[in-house]
């Protein structure tokens, strides 16, 4: 049996494996409008996929990953939200640091180390998700002279004859 048609089949049954347990516990699995525009809306609110697919109500965050494993639009609507997200993130990050200058940085010391390493994260899912805003810049700089060397074909002859045994061939 070749390696795609035992993925294929593999994928299947896990696929078929999901359903089952799916519709086992009463959650959706056909994919409707109002679903996949509740899952983008919170997407780009900032909450996780997860914590999304945690209400009873959704569907298993597997389901929604194979939708979108099926379905070119839906896997571009969640990378759209995604990048929006970023955005969330950012301003998250912001205000964990401002309530923290807020309180005056007086009380837990632990919790104000806390607070800077959940904003030290939100800014890090910020810059992975929209590296165009908010990732690291990297300059490159080129220094030395670029040359282009062109060769004709007598120019290769010229090069044959100064060469001992050197063959030319068309």
């Given at each position: 049996?070749?390696?795609?048609?035992?993925?294929?089949?593999?994928?299947?049954?896990?696929?078929?494996?999901?359903?089952?347990?799916?519709?086992?516990?009463?959650r959706?699995?056909?994919?409707?409008?109002?679903?996949?525009?509740?899952?983008?809306?919170?997407?780009?609110?900032?909450?996780?996929?997860?914590?999304?697919?945690?209400d009873?109500?959704?569907?298993?965050?597997?389901?929604?990953?194979?939708?979108?494993?099926?379905?070119?639009?839906?896997?571009?609507a969640i990378?759209?939200?995604?990048?929006?997200?970023?955005?969330?993130?950012?301003?998250?990050?912001?205000?964990?640091?401002?309530?923290?200058?807020?309180?005056?940085?007086?009380?837990?010391?632990?919790?104000?180390?806390?607070?800077?390493?959940?904003?030290k994260?939100?800014?890090?899912?910020?810059?992975?998700?929209?590296?165009?805003?908010?990732?690291?810049?990297?300059?490159?700089?080129h220094?030395?002279?670029?040359?282009?060397?062109?060769?004709?074909?007598?120019?290769?002859?010229r090069?044959?004859?100064?060469?001992p045994?050197?063959?030319?061939?068309?």
């Amino acid at each position: 049996m070749s390696g795609n048609v035992a993925r294929l089949i593999d994928e299947n049954y896990y696929v078929l494996l999901a359903q089952r347990q799916l519709q086992a516990c009463g959650r959706p699995i056909e994919m409707t409008p109002g679903t996949m525009s509740t899952i983008i809306t919170r997407l780009m609110s900032g909450e996780t996929l997860r914590s999304i697919c945690r209400d009873e109500h959704m569907p298993h965050f597997s389901t929604v990953y194979l939708w979108a494993a099926r379905d070119p639009s839906i896997f571009d609507a969640i990378a759209r939200a995604r990048h929006l997200q970023a955005h969330q993130f950012a301003d998250m990050s912001i205000e964990v640091i401002e309530n923290v200058i807020l309180t005056g940085g007086k009380g837990d010391a632990a919790a104000v180390n806390k607070a800077t390493n959940l904003s030290k994260v939100l800014q890090w899912r910020a810059s992975v998700q929209a590296r165009a805003e908010y990732g690291d810049v990297q300059h490159l700089q080129h220094s030395g002279a670029v040359g282009v060397v062109s060769f004709n074909i007598s120019g290769l002859e010229r090069i044959a004859a100064l060469v001992p045994d050197a063959q030319l061939t068309d």
